[in-house]
């Protein structure tokens, strides 16, 4: 089955520590993004890649760190940076700018 | 500067009525398309539809429909006889398709309880 897969599902962190969120598709889709989402709240996006070893910030990247090594993979890192980390993140990929993303399980961080 | 308005933020309605969930959009595209997600407790956003700014045509698919109206600025979205399990909160989308970008604007959302 094609899709999208996040790990871990519920990831807790002390105050501190950098933390990397996986994020995997085997949909052969060019673009991949994550969005961070706070209760009711829409969706934000952190950072997207159109290609492999291309990236770039979206609206909230400060705190953030991404990485696109392979086509399949989208790996966000959290940093002790970003000062409110708690939240729901969800990782989507699509074929192009002009067609719908599809979305992952999403992992749920939480800052201890 | 993309803007989506979901202006009712939670809904409940009794199973088998019939809800509308309103979306208003800005944008200064001349082309552009429209999407509506639905995201239940488990927390994963299911893709539901994606329109076209040239197709005003209204979009039915089973108890789920879609009326887009470019004059008004609105893509809202319509479930007839509504089920327990049509409760999530529902989220409409607006990419961005100038010079490149990727940036796709949701809404807020709209949560829709639907009560046995």
Redesign the interface.
């Given at each position: 089955d094609g899709g999208i897969t996040q790990s871990p599902k519920y990831l807790f962190r002390k105050e501190g520590q950098n933390v990397t969120l996986s994020c995997e598709q085997n949909l052969n889709h060019d673009a991949m993004y994550w969005y961070r989402q706070d209760p009711g709240q829409g969706l934000r996006l952190i950072y997207y890649s159109q290609i492999v070893n291309d990236f770039q910030k979206g609206d909230i990247a400060e705190g953030y760190s991404v990485s696109r090594e392979k086509k399949e993979s989208f790996p966000l890192t959290v940093t002790s940076a970003q000062k409110n980390p708690t939240a729901f993140y969800l990782c989507a990929s699509s074929k192009d700018r002009y067609n719908e993303q599809f979305f992952g399980p999403g992992t749920r961080l939480t800052v201890l | 500067a993309q803007k989506v308005t979901q202006a009712q933020t939670e809904i409940s309605v009794v199973e088998k009525e019939d809800v509308t969930l309103d979306c208003v959009y800005e944008t200064r595209d001349t082309t552009y398309?429209l999407?509506w997600?639905k995201q239940p407790p488990?927390?994963?956003?299911?893709?539901l539809i994606?329109r076209n700014s040239f197709d005003e045509q209204n979009e039915i698919s089973g108890r789920y429909s879609w009326n887009f109206q470019k004059s008004t600025s609105s893509f809202n979205f319509t479930i007839t006889a509504s089920q327990v399990v049509d409760s999530a909160v529902y989220?409409c989308a607006l990419?961005s398709?100038g010079a490149?970008?990727?940036?796709?604007t949701?809404?807020?959302?709209t949560k829709l309880s639907v009560i046995p």
């Open positions: - | 398309y999407f997600y488990s927390g994963e956003l299911v893709f994606r989220f990419p398709i490149g970008s990727y940036q796709l949701f809404g807020k959302g």
